[in-house]
Each structure stands twice: as C-alpha cells, then as structure tokens.
C-alpha cells in the first residue's frame, strides 16, 4: 500500500519550493524523490492536486504526500501490459480490463491506471465515462472526443449503458432469480442476481445492474449473505469449504450502449479471465 504523509505548513517552511517542503517535512524522501511523487500526482495542498515542484505553499496549508511503492508500480505496469483492446474507432475504445490496475487517477497517483496508461500509449486524448473496482476485471469503455464522451455520460446516467457482470458466490441465492433494491450509501442502487450454475457451497450468477454506485455488486451480494469469493473486503465471518482463492471472482463480462455518434446499437462480451474460469474447474457441482 502507498505510504501516505500529512502535515501543515508552518513558518519555518516559507519561501521553500515544494520539492524542498516535502524533502524537509517527509521522513526519507530526498528532493529527486519527491519530484517524481509530485510528477506521479502524490501530492495535494488543500485537496487539490499539485504537481509543480517549484510551487512554493503558503504558510499554513495542508498538505497530503502519498507515495506509491516500486512494487505498485511495476505490478501497474506489467498490468496495463495485459490491458486486451476489445473495440476502438476515432470516437471511443472499450478494452478489457485486467484486475489489480485502476481504473482511473486516486488520491496516490494519476499516472498509474487504465486511463493514464492508454493516453500515454495512443498518445491521445481518453475520457472517463464509468469505472470498474480495482479489482474488478472486465469491460470499460473511454472516450475519445468530447461529443461522445458527454453522450456516454447521459447514456450512463440514464442508465442506458447495459452493464452485466460474472461472479462466484459463497453459499446459495434464496431464488435463483431475483432483484436487490437496497440503498447504498444513500442513494438508491438496485442490482439483477440470476444463478447461471450451482456449485457446492458456491453459485455462479450474472449480475446485471440498474444502478452504478460504489462496489454495488459485491455490497448487495453480501446483503444477500452470499459475498463474492476472494473479496477481501465484504467476507463472510464463519469457516468455508472452499478452495483459497488469489483474486475477486467478479468480471464485468457484457456491455451494451448505441453508439454515440453513428447511434448503432454496439454490444461486447470478454472472456472469463484465466484466474476466474481455473478457480470454477476446480468447484463440485451441486449434485
């Protein structure tokens, strides 16, 4: 995880560039390693994003130094090597995702996700439309221009953008069809279960949802009391039967949307990723 410093700017620290406020205030961080935190998007002065290293901060200024490790950032690099282009045309490009890469910039970096990777590759210009959990893997689309881009965003919020995703489940669904109309964080979220197969203590479903709030999926599974395998946040307390697991069996594996421009319906599907179906090999079907 990425080592993360706050501290205020005090008197002492005036007229001090801020790649020389960080090498003063930050235990360890030389000035050459502070400007890359700082050129990597790891540094924010009252919230905001900094990346100047010769910007000076006034006295009495917070500031937020969150720097991420070589292992994040060789294992962000050797991810978006596997980042599969799955459609692209001169106004947007949907790719699959694999799981452990950003989607998008965090409070730790803007450079080390899909959509700062993908800019730096094609040299052009990508915008955000949704995004899927880190370690979610699966399907997402970016646009290229800003009259699809805003149009996505509509489809998006009109929930026009059909969004299916795969995932293992611990135990059993109590229907094998059935709606979650649960509110998460106080917004309105609802979420599609459908059992594709049964398995011994674990049920493959397809999750469709209607709503785009954070880590939806994996939140309404476990109101069900049913988490999704290798979730290491939302997990069941007891014992279970089945195998360890090295990774969160969810795929975003459908995505549906008329094209913004040429408004032909366009319809993707991606492959369970080879970490997801091997786990599923070694499962027991339900007699």
């Known amino acids: 995880m990425a080592e993360q410093h706050k501290f ?12 020389q406020l960080l090498a003063r205030r930050v235990p360890g961080m030389s000035r050459t390693t502070a ?10 002065v009252d919230r905001k994003r900094v990346k100047v290293a010769s910007r000076t901060a006034a006295v009495g200024q917070n500031v937020t130094v969150s720097q991420i490790t070589t292992t ?27 799981s452990g890469l950003l989607t998008a910039p965090s409070e730790v970096s803007d450079q080390n996700n899909a959509l700062a990777f993908l800019k730096t ?4 210009e990508l915008y955000l439309i949704h995004r899927l959990d880190r370690l979610t ?24 953008l059909e969004r299916r995703y795969l995932a293992l489940l611990r135990g059993t669904l109590r229907e094998p ?34 709503t785009g709030r954070t ?22 307390s007891g014992p ?27 319809s993707f599907e991606a492959a369970q990723p080879i970490a997801f179906s091997s786990y599923i090999e070694r499962l027991s079907p339900q007699p």
């Open 240 to 266: 279970s039967t089945l195998p360890g697991c090295p990774r969160l069996l969810l795929h975003a594996h459908g995505l549906s949307f008329v094209h913004p421009i040429s408004r032909v319906q366009l």
């Open 8 to 19: 205020r700017v005090n008197p002492d620290d005036a007229g001090l560039r801020l790649d």
């Open 35 to 44: 400007r890359r935190v700082l050129a990597e998007g790891g540094v924010f």
């Open 137 to 160: 893997s699966g399907l997402l689309v970016f646009g290229k221009d800003l009259e699809a881009t805003r149009a996505l965003n509509v489809a998006f919020q009109n929930h026009d």
């Open 177 to 210: 069809s059935l709606w979650v109309d649960e509110p998460l964080d106080g917004r309105a979220a609802r979420t599609h279960f459908a059992e594709r197969q049964k398995f011994v203590a674990a049920t493959l479903v397809e999750a469709k949802l209607e």
């Open 121 to 124: 590759e094609r040299q052009t």
């Open 215 to 236: 880590h939806q999926v994996r939140r309404h599974a476990d109101f069900l009391g049913c988490p999704i395998v290798g979730d290491p946040l939302y997990r069941p």
């Open 72 to 98: 994040e950032r060789l294992v962000s690099q050797e991810l978006a090597s596997q980042i599969q282009i799955v459609f692209e045309d001169p106004h947007l490009v949907v790719i699959d995702k694999p």
